[in-house]
């Protein structure tokens, strides 16, 4: 489990290494435009119902820590439709994997 730290909190955001993967791009496309935005997340099973919602801003610090050496090959389909969600007026949800459809 990948976890994301934001600001000065010692709190921890815990996402799954595959799918933190893909917000970071995402995350980094849009902090290198200097844009703000909101990231929203339903809360694992095990911290019980709930989602949450932050405010991501350039001038707050970010950490990326995987559990995973190696970065996963990313899924430029799931990477396009977080991109999507990122720019609509409700700011990022994390949503699951967007699974290319097997060719015939």
Do not use: C
Request: net charge negative; aromatic share 8%; charged share 25%.
């Amino acid at each position: 489990m990948a976890t994301l730290r934001y600001g000065d909190s010692r709190a921890a955001i815990h996402i799954e290494d595959r799918a933190l993967a893909h917000l970071k791009v995402v995350i980094a496309t849009k902090l290198r435009r200097n844009e703000s935005f909101t990231l929203s997340w339903k809360h694992p099973e095990v911290d019980g119902p709930g989602r949450s919602t932050i405010w991501i801003h350039p001038s707050i610090p970010l950490w990326f820590t995987f559990d995973e050496p190696e970065p996963p090959q990313l899924n430029g389909k799931w990477i396009e439709q977080l991109m999507h969600s990122v720019n609509s007026t409700g700011g990022i949800m994390l949503i699951d994997e967007v699974l290319e459809a097997p060719e015939d």
